[in-house]
C-alpha cells in the first residue's frame, strides 16, 4: 500500500512546467528559465533565483529594523547603504540556505511532486557541485556581513547555527516552520545592531513579531505538498495543525501583529509607521478569507503575496523618519 501511494505521488505533479524544466513554483516568465545561460541555470535554481520571494521575506525584516531604528534613532532616513547591503546579503543567504537544504533533503525530494525535479534529484548537478555554489554563497554573504560593526557581525554570524539545523527539522519536529521563522526574522536583529550596535526591546519584539509571521505564510506554503509530506513521513505545521489551520495562522498573524505594534510604541513610531502596520495587518486578515480549501495554485498564490504585506509595513517604517523631517 505505502509503495503504491508513493508511485501516485512520483506520477502527480509532473505537468507542462516540470516538462519544459520549469519548476512548479517558479514564475511562467521568470528569468532563469527565459534568459540565464543553459550551464548556470541548475546553480540559479539551486539558490532559488528563479522564485524571488524567499530573498524577500528574507530581506523584510532587515528592512523593517533599519527603518524601526532610524525612527529611535532620530536619523532622517534609513540608511540606504545598509539597506542595499541587506538586499545582497539576502540573495546570497537564502541562496546558500535553499543550497544547503536542497543537499541535506535531496532523497527526500525525489519523492515530493514538486520539489522532485530540483537540480539535485533531478541529476542536473552533483552533490559535490552543489557544496562549491554553497562556499560561493557564503562566502558573498561574509563579505557583505564584514562590512558591518563587530556586533552586528557576531548576530549575523550566529544565526547559522539555526539556518544548519532547519534542514533537519522537518524529520523531527511537527513544527520545522518555528525554526525557519527563527532563521528567516534574524534580519529583525540584524537591521537595528547595524545602526545602535547592540540589541534592545523595540527589536526583539519586531523579532518575534518576524517568527510568528513567518510561522504563518510558511505553514499556507506547507498546504501544497500536505498530502506528499504525509506520504514521504515529511512533518510541517500544516500537517501538525491539521483542522485546526486556519485558526493555528490567525493566531500566529495576529501575535505578529501585535508584536510590531509593540515594537513601534518602544521605538516612538509615529503616524506613518502605524499606518503601515494596519496595513500589514490588514493584507494578513485579507489571507486568511481565501485558506479555506485553498487548491495549491492558491495557497502557492497567498503565500507569495507576503511580499506586499511585508513591504507595507516596510514603507510605513521607513518613511516614518522623512516624513518626521519634513514637518
Not at 528559465?33 to 541555470?41: E, N, Q, T, V, Y
Not at 536583529?189 to 526583539?204: I, K, N, Q, R
Amino acid at each position: 500500500m505505502a509503495g503504491a501511494a508513493r508511485r501516485a505521488v512520483s506520477q502527480k505533479g509532473s505537468g507542462a512546467g516540470a516538462a519544459s524544466g520549469r519548476l512548479p513554483d517558479a514564475g511562467r516568465n521568470n528569468w532563469v528559465d527565459s534568459h540565464a545561460p543553459a550551464g548556470l541555470r541548475p546553480y540559479l535554481k539551486l539558490a532559488r533565483l528563479d522564485r524571488p520571494i524567499g530573498s524577500w521575506l528574507l530581506l523584510l525584516p532587515c528592512w523593517w529594523a533599519a527603518g524601526l531604528a532610524a525612527i529611535a534613532a532620530g536619523q532622517a532616513h534609513p540608511n540606504l547603504v545598509h539597506m542595499l547591503l541587506f538586499a545582497i546579503g539576502a540573495v546570497a543567504m537564502r541562496g546558500a540556505g535553499c543550497t544547503f537544504n536542497d543537499i541535506v533533503d535531496r532523497d527526500l525530494d525525489r519523492h515530493v511532486a514538486r520539489t522532485r525535479h530540483r537540480p539535485l534529484p533531478a541529476g542536473e548537478v552533483s552533490v559535490r557541485q552543489a557544496v562549491v555554489w554553497l562556499g560561493i554563497l557564503c562566502f558573498t554573504g561574509l563579505g557583505v556581513l564584514l562590512q558591518f560593526n563587530l556586533a552586528t557581525i557576531v548576530i549575523g554570524a550566529a544565526s547559522l547555527l539555526v539556518v544548519a539545523i532547519y534542514p533537519f527539522m522537518k524529520r523531527v519536529t511537527g513544527m520545522p516552520q518555528a525554526v525557519l521563522g527563527l532563521a528567516f526574522s534574524w534580519g529583525a536583529l540584524v537591521g537595528w545592531s547595524a545602526v545602535f550596535g547592540g540589541l534592545a526591546a523595540a527589536p526583539l519584539l519586531l523579532y518575534g513579531a518576524a517568527v510568528f509571521w513567518t510561522i504563518g505564510y510558511d505553514t499556507i506554503y506547507a498546504l501544497q505538498d500536505i498530502e506528499d509530506d504525509a506520504v514521504v513521513g515529511i512533518r510541517s505545521s500544516a500537517r501538525t495543525f491539521g483542522q485546526h489551520t486556519l485558526l493555528a495562522i490567525a493566531t500566529c498573524y495576529g501575535l505578529a501583529a501585535m508584536l510590531a505594534l509593540a515594537a513601534i510604541w518602544l521605538a516612538g513610531g509615529g503616524v506613518a509607521a502605524y499606518a503601515g502596520l494596519v496595513l500589514f495587518a490588514g493584507h494578513l486578515a485579507r489571507q486568511l478569507g481565501g485558506i479555506a480549501g485553498a487548491t495549491p495554485q492558491k495557497a502557492l498564490a497567498l503565500f507569495k503575496s507576503n511580499r506586499d504585506a511585508g513591504l507595507l509595513l516596510a514603507a510605513g517604517l521607513c518613511l516614518d523618519p522623512v516624513l518626521r523631517g519634513l514637518i
